[in-house]
């Protein structure tokens, strides 16, 4: 029980938080206001938003790059601006969106500036700073390539090296502003999955802000959603799908949230409808098709045409006026759909 609790113990809160900007002497764009939120140790926490909604803006507040409004950031109970640099730097670590290019570096001097805020004004490692880069590399993955040159590397690796910088850092809290952006699907889930294997294991608090609502759904312990000034919507991902908050959050008449699925399915105008018969994988696919052609799937019987799965041997018959047409593909199913209603 001890373990848990401290597992559990939070390690940042806002209070009262406003965020957003001073605008000449008087006037101030104000964001949002009365942020209360939460990190837990161990915790991987993504914040989502469309664009605009202010999450870079949240994320530099909280991380005192920027001065809120009004309110204030805690770190494990002290107000941050309360707190000096080296201070701040010992307690949480920032991995930004923008592609590193210090191409005369290593990924070993890289990561071993993440000691920085623990060595003389010398910069002169120890044995201890070592063991902590050599540390971290291996939870990247990347160990053997310390000698490496920065720019000899693809960018996912490149953020593998921002992340063992921060965590060569060994603060309580990572936070990484779009880490996935620039990424290709397989690195997207591998940084994703990363992230969470890092909470998980080292007991740090994880904050990052993402647009990737597929993959934070599946990694995320907690998702703070936010839209334009209102109050931020914090929860467990399913909680958050299964009571709407992100169909209302990212509502939009081009595409719809699928609750079962966690999809976005686009919205595609509706000429006629279709009776399709079978389910599964094949009637999910078949279904995706038929909708972007503009057909409304039901199973219900409805006009004179359908589509009979025939699973076992991946066919589609299509009955039409009586006649039946076998398509061994979804391409000859539409071509086939497509020249019977030009004839029509
Ligand atoms: N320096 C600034 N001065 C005034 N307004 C700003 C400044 N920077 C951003 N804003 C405004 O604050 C709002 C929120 O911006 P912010 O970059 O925090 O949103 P975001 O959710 O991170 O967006 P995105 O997803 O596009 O990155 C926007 O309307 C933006 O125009």
């Known amino acids: 029980m001890k373990e848990f609790k401290e597992i559990r113990k939070d390690i940042l809160v806002t209070q009262n938080l406003s965020i957003g900007y001073k605008q000449g002497k008087k006037d101030r764009l104000c964001?949002?206001?009365?942020?209360?939120?939460?990190?837990?140790?161990?915790?991987?926490?993504?914040?989502?938003?469309?664009?605009?909604?202010?999450?870079?803006?949240?994320?530099?507040?909280?991380?005192?790059?920027?001065?809120?409004?009004?309110?204030?950031?805690?770190v494990e109970g002290i107000p941050i601006c309360d707190r000096n640099f080296k201070e701040i730097a010992q307690l949480l670590?920032?991995?930004?969106?923008?592609?590193?290019?210090?191409?005369?570096?290593?990924?070993?001097?890289?990561?071993?500036?993440?000691?920085?805020?623990?060595?003389?004004?010398?910069?002169r490692l120890s044995e201890d700073d070592k063991e902590k880069i050599k540390w971290?590399?291996?939870?990247?993955?990347?160990?053997?390539?310390?000698?490496?040159?920065?720019?000899?590397?693809?960018?996912?690796?490149?953020?593998?090296?921002?992340?063992?910088?921060?965590?060569?850092?060994?603060?309580?809290l990572i936070m990484l502003d779009e880490p996935t952006a620039h990424l290709d699907l397989p690195n997207?889930?591998?940084?994703?999955?990363?992230?969470?294997?890092?909470?998980?294991?080292?007991?740090?608090?994880?904050?990052?802000?993402?647009?990737?609502?597929?993959?934070?759904?599946?990694?995320?312990?907690?998702?703070?959603?936010?839209?334009?000034?209102?109050?931020?919507?914090?929860?467990?991902?399913?909680?958050?799908?299964l009571n709407g908050s992100i169909e209302e959050t990212f509502r939009n008449k081009s595409f719809n949230f699928d609750r079962k699925t966690g999809n976005f399915i686009m919205n595609y105008q509706k000429k006629q409808s279709i009776q399709v018969l079978g389910n599964d994988v094949m009637g999910f696919w078949t279904q995706r098709a038929l909708s972007r052609e503009g057909y409304q799937v039901t199973c219900e019987k409805v006009g004179d045409c359908s589509v009979k799965l025939i699973e076992d041997s991946m066919e589609w018959e299509v009955i039409q006026n009586g006649s039946t047409t076998s398509c061994v593909s979804i391409q000859e199913l539409l071509a086939h759909l497509r020249k019977n209603s030009s004839l029509d």
Request: aromatic share 4%; glycine share 8%; proline share 4%.
């Open 93 to 123: 670590s920032i991995v930004l969106t923008e592609r590193i290019d210090v191409g005369n570096l290593t990924v070993y001097h890289i990561v071993s500036l993440g000691r920085h805020p623990y060595t003389s004004w010398m910069g």
């Open 136 to 172: 971290a590399l291996e939870q990247v993955g990347l160990l053997h390539y310390a000698d490496n040159f920065i720019n000899q590397l693809s960018d996912g690796e490149r953020q593998r090296v921002m992340i063992a910088k921060a965590l060569a850092q060994d603060t309580p």
């Open 31 to 74: 964001l949002l206001s009365d942020i209360n939120l939460t990190i837990k140790r161990g915790e991987m926490v993504c914040l989502l938003g469309p664009n605009g909604a202010g999450k870079s803006t949240l994320m530099r507040t909280i991380a005192g790059i920027q001065t809120p409004l009004s309110g204030s950031t805690l």
């Open 188 to 241: 997207r889930v591998d940084i994703m999955r990363l992230l969470h294997r890092l909470a998980r294991e080292t007991n740090k608090a994880i904050l990052l802000s993402t647009h990737e609502l597929d993959l934070a759904l599946q990694a995320a312990d907690i998702i703070w959603l936010m839209a334009r000034s209102e109050p931020i919507k914090i929860g467990a991902p399913e909680d958050l799908v």
